[in-house]
C-alpha cells in the first residue's frame, strides 16, 4: 500500500504580500513600472503599469476589492490586456499584482495569394 503524496504548492511571490504604506508616491509609481498593479490604501486607488490611477469599483462579498478606470484604458497607448479596459481584483491583504500573462494571439493559416 503507497501512501499519497502531499500535492505540490505554487511558489508565492512574496512581494505580493509587500506593506506599502510607508511607501512614497514614487516608489509606488516606480514599482509599477516594473510591470506591477501597486495599491495605495491611503488614497484607495491602483497605479497601474502605466502610471494610471484605477478607481475603487466594486468591494466584493468575498472580501476583495475590485478597481477600475474605462477612461484611462481607452487613452493608453500600451494596453495589458485584450479586453477594451482592465478590472483588477485586490485581496484584503494583497498589495501589489502583477500584470497577466500575455494571451498568445490565434494562428491564422494564410492561403497563398493566386
Known amino acids: 500500500m503507497t501512501t499519497p503524496q502531499?500535492?505540490?504548492?505554487?511558489?508565492?511571490?512574496?512581494?505580493l504580500f509587500q506593506d506599502t504604506s510607508a511607501w512614497t508616491r514614487e516608489e509606488m509609481v516606480a514599482k509599477a513600472a516594473e510591470g506591477f498593479f501597486v495599491r495605495d490604501m491611503?488614497?484607495?486607488?491602483?497605479?497601474?503599469?502605466?502610471?494610471?490611477?484605477?478607481r475603487r469599483k466594486a468591494l466584493k462579498k468575498n472580501g476583495f476589492t475590485r478597481y477600475a478606470c474605462k477612461q484611462?484604458?481607452?487613452?493608453?497607448?500600451?494596453?495589458?490586456?485584450?479586453?477594451?479596459h482592465k478590472e483588477i481584483d485586490f485581496s484584503?491583504?494583497?498589495?501589489?499584482?502583477?500584470?497577466?500573462?500575455?494571451?498568445?494571439l490565434p494562428k491564422v493559416d494564410e492561403e497563398p495569394a493566386s
Do not use: D, F, W, Y
Not at 491611503?42 to 484605477?54: A, D, S, T
Not at 484611462?72 to 477594451?84: D, N, S
Not at 484584503?92 to 498568445?104: C, V
Open 6 to 15: 502531499p500535492r505540490k504548492r505554487k511558489p508565492v511571490m512574496r512581494s
Open 42 to 54: 491611503h488614497e484607495n486607488v491602483v497605479i497601474c503599469p502605466q502610471g494610471q490611477e484605477l
Open 72 to 84: 484611462a484604458c481607452r487613452q493608453c497607448k500600451h494596453k495589458c490586456c485584450t479586453t477594451p
Open 92 to 104: 484584503p491583504n494583497k498589495n501589489i499584482m502583477p500584470l497577466p500573462k500575455p494571451r498568445p
